[in-house]
């Protein structure tokens, strides 16, 4: 496995479009990606995981222009998009009629738009990429198996798992070791704060303003 450094990123990308792995840094975790229209390469994510196939991988676009395109946006979810992307903040989207959904994403999909080394990567593939945590899955997850917050601790999980990551792009520790807050958006009903993690609910609501704020179920 390749250590890089952010300004490696240009190689990552060309990894990446040759169907290989690559782990890279979040403010929360470090996450293994892959191309998302290469099923060779998502399925390399599930098998390093031991993550079950039903359980869909993380869709990361460049930019709201983007899931415009792919996804049937409600009024929620462009309000979401506009005011909390780029960041930490997931969506649950209905795939457009016209567009074949990415298997290994499932549908709806579970969407990001990426900040930091993370996002920068995504712009330089030009393309959607899948992801998921670096870490082992549940239930196959032991008391002691927790998502990598350092290149050191993906290295030791690439020795562990066999896991096939081609390269880590070495950001440092990540500091927040949370998850992504999650917001449903169905294309004709309101909004729901599924999870709330790094992104505050209150921030949730305020993007929500114009609408009316979220159901927080």
Do not use: N
């Not at 782990?23 to 390093?48: E, G, H, K, N, Q």
């Not at 676009?61 to 992307?85: K, N, V």
């Not at 096939?164 to 927040?176: E, F, N, Q, R, T």
Request: aromatic share 4%; with cysteine; net charge neutral.
């Amino acid at each position: 496995m390749d250590v890089l450094t952010p300004h490696q990123l240009p190689h990552a990308a060309r990894l990446l479009a040759a169907g290989e792995m690559v782990a890279v840094p979040t403010p929360r975790w470090y996450m293994l990606c892959a191309r998302a229209a290469d099923p060779a390469a998502t399925s390399a994510i599930f098998r390093a995981k031991q993550r079950p196939t039903a359980k869909p991988l993380l869709l990361l676009l460049d930019s709201p222009a983007t899931a415009e395109i792919l996804f049937d946006l409600s009024t929620d979810a462009r309000l979401l998009t506009g005011g909390l992307w780029p960041g930490d903040l997931a969506l649950r989207l209905p795939w457009k009629p016209a567009v074949e959904p990415v298997a290994a994403v499932g549908s709806p999909a579970l969407v990001g738009c990426p900040d930091g080394v993370l996002g920068q990567l995504v712009a330089l593939a030009g393309e959607p990429l899948a992801a998921a945590v670096c870490s082992i899955s549940t239930p196959a997850a032991g008391e002691k198996d927790h998502p990598a917050l350092t290149a050191g601790q993906v290295a030791v999980f690439q020795r562990t798992m066999r896991a096939g990551i081609a390269a880590v792009v070495d950001g440092g520790i990540c500091p927040h070791g949370r998850r992504m807050t999650i917001v449903d958006c169905p294309a004709v009903a309101a909004a729901r704060l599924e999870r709330e993690g790094t992104v505050h609910a209150r921030a949730v609501e305020a993007a929500l303003a114009p609408a009316g704020g979220p159901h927080v179920g």
